[in-house]
């Protein structure tokens, strides 16, 4: 699926990038948060930047469609990709993947960060934390639990929900938590964990019932409590997204892109749109190639101790 927004404006003769729409890769379905916080960046950077950017939704694997697309695309600025923890994740989870998670990529900037909200379908039939914990308790594999593949944010908040309860529920995997969250608020599935970006609209709607949230702080404009401060002490998942290219794209590009994304963060559009959404914009200092570099190394590092440790992969 791909969406087109604003207008190519004249470049000009001495401007030699953008020369043609430049293309967001998405890794999961349309209606997820990463489709959400793609799109709402793609707006305002095709201002910034003076050409068209497309989103576009290459789902599938856990987000390793997606991640591998970009891999091999011209290394020219035109593709990019926004993924999130996944691309951490996904380098260990995955033992056979057609890219090299780091070499394969030319870090652009970090873009967000946001905790997971615990939701349930709204005629679940428990209405607090501990009634839910009981809940998943007594009924274990007879309750399901949708997330966005393996790999993916919603599976791991899953995991770790499920390791530290020592629970097991029965898991949907989707191919994002867009079409996840559409079948919870149809009742189709019970359980989600999902990126506050995307859940809060159906939590306002009341489309759907939440409990807890996942960073160790409780998030503004939610009243609920944190999952570390109920009963599953230590307990802390949040979602970080960045921006790449693929490697080998020429560093004055790279800059190019980088300057329209330190711009959309500055843009009272986005600012007031992640604020309603509950989702932090990357600071001046994670809006930088090299930090974001560093950060995947380090999470990937991060993944691969807890992943290893677990002995559980997707392939
Ligand atoms: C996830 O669970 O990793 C995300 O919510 C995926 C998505 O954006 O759909």
């Known amino acids: 699926m791909a969406v087109l927004f604003g207008g190519i404006v004249a470049q000009g003769a001495a401007q030699a990038f ?8 998405v890794p999961f379905a349309a209606g ?28 599938g694997a856990g987000s390793t469609v997606g991640i591998g697309r970009v891999a091999k695309a011209d290394p020219d600025g035109h593709t990019l990709l926004l993924s999130h923890i996944s ?11 057609s890219y090299d998670p780091i070499k394969a990529f030319a870090p652009v900037g970090m873009v967000t960060d946001g905790a997971f909200v615990l939701v349930s379908r ?33 599976h791991l908040c899953g995991l770790m929900l499920m390791g530290q309860l020592g629970v097991k529920m029965t898991q949907i995997p989707y191919r994002g938590t867009g079409p996840a969250m559409n079948d919870l608020v149809s009742g189709k599935v019970d359980v989600l964990c999902d990126q506050i970006t995307s859940a809060l ?49 020429p560093a004055p590009v790279i800059g190019q892109i980088n300057k329209a994304l330190r711009e959309a963060l500055k ?16 600071t001046e200092a994670q809006a930088d190639p090299a930090f974001l570099g560093k950060h995947l190394v380090s999470e990937i590092a991060a993944w691969k101790k807890i992943i290893d440790t677990a002995g559980v992969y997707a392939d």
């Open 18 to 25: 953008p020369t043609k729409p430049i293309t967001i890769v």
């Open 122 to 154: 709204k005629d679940f039939g428990t209405d607090t934390l501990p009634q839910l914990f009981a809940r998943l308790k007594a009924d274990g594999d007879k309750i399901t639990y949708a997330h966005a593949g393996v790999g993916s944010g919603s």
């Open 32 to 59: 997820g948060p990463s489709d959400t916080i793609a799109r709402l960046f793609a707006a305002s950077m095709s201002q910034k930047i003076g050409g068209q950017v497309i989103v576009e939704n290459v789902a």
């Open 267 to 282: 843009d009272p559009v986005i600012l007031q749109r992640l604020a309603q959404l509950s989702t932090d914009p990357a």
């Open 87 to 97: 691309h951490a994740t996904t380098a260990t989870l995955y033992r056979k993947l």
């Open 201 to 249: 609209p159906q939590i306002q709607g009341k489309a759907i019932k939440a409990y807890a949230v996942t960073s160790t702080e409780k998030v503004k404009g939610l009243d609920l409590p944190t999952l570390a401060a109920s009963g599953l002490p230590g307990f802390r998942a949040t979602v970080w997204h960045g921006l790449y290219a693929p490697a080998g794209t």
